[in-house]
Nanobody, 119 residues
Framework: QVQLVESGGGLVQAGGSLRLSCAAS????MGWFRQAPGKEREFVAA????????GYADSVKGRFTISRDNAKNTAYLQMNSLKPEDTALYYC????????????????WGQGTQVTVSS
């Protein structure tokens, strides 16, 4: 059984940084999504089980970095140069197949952690 718990969200000024963590179990690909009020869930980043393959949304490329430590069963999302438009509820997701960019590519979800970026 796969269980996901996100942490690390908070309030930060524009240009600041946050690191999100996802405590996970199971041998799965991992992804990060975000959802702002009134908007659909949006792909942010994903990583394969081995960590050898990663993908990013164009909006975060060069600013965010996804990584994982399988020995600790933990995935991370390092977010730098944060912008107000990054404000959203961030979700960690796990999939039993290859990582993808759609919510339907994933099988398990965390409860979400709020990231708020002020201008």
């Amino acid at each position: 059984q796969v269980q996901l718990v996100e942490s690390g969200g908070g309030l930060v000024q524009a240009g600041g940084s946050l690191r999100l963590s996802c405590a996970a179990s199971g041998r799965t690909s991992m992804g990060w999504f975000r959802q702002a009020p009134g908007k659909e869930r949006e792909f942010v980043a994903a990583i394969s089980w081995s960590g050898g393959v990663t993908g990013y949304a164009d909006s975060v490329k060069g600013r965010f970095t996804i990584s994982r430590d399988n020995a600790k069963n933990t995935a991370y999302l390092q977010m730098n140069s944060l912008k107000p438009e990054d404000t959203a509820l961030y979700y960690c997701a796990a999939g039993i197949t290859r990582w993808g960019k759609r919510p339907s590519d994933y099988d398990y979800w965390g409860q979400g952690t709020q990231v708020t970026v002020s201008s």
